[in-house]
């Protein structure tokens, strides 16, 4: 549980007294590769944070999974516009490899919020902190090339390489596998 002490030390102070009271609301949970962690359509009811594994975003359309987001070790994951106002998901978050989180319920983490010191504030911080990625991302989106959104990708995350299926890299970046073995093969001689 030290990883969680240290990400919400990052937002604000965590002494013994918030330690214990992260510990009482937190629950460890285990999930198996392909486990979901929310299905589409389901209420999202948790909060977690990755001590070990890998989780992928996605949604449906017109029956294709679309990949946009990997949520590694040491992320929190969650699907905020389904978790904040408690209305059903429109993305799914599911396991990419055996994965385990500690966790926290709606109900649990508002009274985080309102027994721990300086609780709103660190709620405050992180959603902050979603919110911009979420901008950044779709603004890439629409104002880079796929090739930069790949680079982009590697860049935040230079490991995953090598944890996540092509095809799941490809649908992240917005272009076919093909597509993808082109522009990867474009950089490899550069």
Aim: hydrophobic letters at 40%.
């Amino acid at each position: 549980m030290e990883a969680l002490f240290n990400s919400i030390a990052y937002f604000v102070p965590v002494g013994e007294a918030e330690k214990e009271i992260i510990a009482s609301l937190f629950t460890e949970k285990h999930f198996k590769k392909g486990e979901p962690f929310l299905q589409e359509g389901k209420v999202c009811r948790h909060v977690g944070f990755i001590v070990k594994g890998l989780m992928r975003y996605f949604l449906t359309e017109d029956g294709e999974e679309k990949t946009f987001y990997f949520a590694k070790e040491y992320e929190f994951v969650s699907n905020y516009e389904s978790f904040v106002p408690q209305i059903p998901s429109l993305k799914s978050i599911e396991a990419l490899e055996d994965t385990v989180m500690y966790i926290i319920s709606y109900e649990h983490l508002n009274r985080l919020y309102s027994t721990m010191a300086n609780g709103e504030r660190m709620g405050r911080l992180i959603i902050e902190q979603v919110f911009v990625q979420a901008l950044q991302n779709l603004n890439s989106f629409y104002s880079d090339t796929p090739e930069q959104r790949y680079k982009k990708l590697l860049l935040a995350h230079p490991d995953l390489q090598q944890r996540i299926p092509q095809y799941y890299i490809a649908s992240c970046v917005g272009v076919k596998p093909q597509s993808l073995s082109r522009i990867r093969k474009r950089l490899s001689l550069h």
